[in-house]
């Protein structure tokens, strides 16, 4: 079945917003904690929740689990810093506005799925310019369980009215082709992102892509 729908995760894959987060989080961690980890320590929590990210990073640091104020507080210091720099930070990676534009004009139905709060990643995309392409975005406070489990994609699914196979989801973390996996749509692995390719190998996704420009080989 040819692919009719294309789901995309945000950061990293769209948004060259990597830096901000992990420059956030690290704020956090240093104010709340004094805990102040290295990229790749900071990078691999990417794609899961931010509150999830904040207790293990938290709990690794302290040798205890966070207590619910400690985590509502670390919470509010990283939005409070994401938040003041977002707007100055944010782009989209080059090529993405006209590669968006190409599939339109192909009537490929477009959505976003992300672990970010829907607000926030609508505010994203509308200062790139892109928040009208898509027909959704599905936030982590849209689902009970965010990736990798395949509710946020099945919802997608589910709101294209489409069937899996016809459906791939393009995402830079293996949270995002796992969640992918399981819902049964094709999946693309975005090698630009912050991600190793070997680890996003292991995931198994349908297709590795290099550049955005790949998409239009595969439909």
């Given at each position: 079945m040819?692919i009719?729908?294309?789901?995309?995760?945000?950061?990293?894959?769209?948004?060259?917003?990597i830096?901000?987060i992990?420059?956030?989080?690290?704020?956090?961690?240093?104010?709340?904690?004094?805990?102040?980890?290295?990229?790749k320590?900071?990078?691999?929590g990417?794609g899961?929740?931010?509150?999830?990210?904040?207790?293990?990073?938290?709990?690794?640091?302290?040798g205890?689990p966070l207590?619910q104020?400690?985590v509502?507080?670390?919470?509010?210091v990283?939005h409070?810093?994401n938040?003041?720099n977002?707007?100055?930070?944010?782009r989209?990676?080059?090529?993405v506005a006209?590669?968006?534009?190409t599939?339109?004009?192909?009537?490929?139905r477009?959505g976003?799925?992300t672990?970010k709060?829907?607000s926030?990643?609508?505010r994203?995309?509308?200062?790139?310019?892109?928040?009208?392409?898509?027909?959704?975005?599905?936030?982590f406070?849209?689902v009970?369980h965010?990736k990798p489990h395949?509710e946020p994609v099945?919802?997608?699914v589910?709101?294209?009215?489409?069937?899996?196979?016809a459906?791939?989801?393009?995402g830079?973390?293996?949270?995002?082709?796992l969640?992918?996996?399981?819902?049964g749509?094709?999946?693309a692995?975005?090698?630009?992102?912050?991600f190793?390719?070997?680890?996003?190998?292991?995931?198994?996704p349908t297709?590795?892509?290099?550049?955005?420009?790949?998409i239009?080989?595969?439909?």
């Open positions: 040819s009719k729908n294309i789901f995309f995760d945000l950061d990293g894959t769209l948004l060259d917003s830096p901000l992990v420059e956030s989080m690290r704020h956090a961690l240093e104010q709340e904690f004094g805990y102040s980890p290295d990229d320590t900071l990078v691999s990417i899961t929740p931010l509150i999830e990210q904040l207790k293990i990073h938290g709990a690794k640091h302290l205890r207590t104020a400690e509502m507080t670390s919470r509010a990283y409070n810093h938040l003041s977002h707007d100055a930070s944010i989209a990676f080059d090529g006209d590669i968006i534009s599939l339109q004009a192909r009537q490929i477009l976003i799925v672990s709060p829907q926030t990643a609508r994203g995309l509308r200062i790139c310019g892109l928040e009208d392409a898509f027909e959704f975005v599905i936030g406070d849209d009970e965010p395949p099945l919802k997608a589910s709101l294209m009215d489409a069937s899996p196979d459906c791939l989801f393009i830079d973390s293996p949270h995002d082709i969640s992918g996996k399981r819902a749509c094709l999946t692995a975005a090698l630009w992102g912050p190793d390719v070997a680890e996003l190998t292991l995931c198994e297709y590795l892509m290099n550049s955005m420009t790949d239009l080989t595969l439909i």
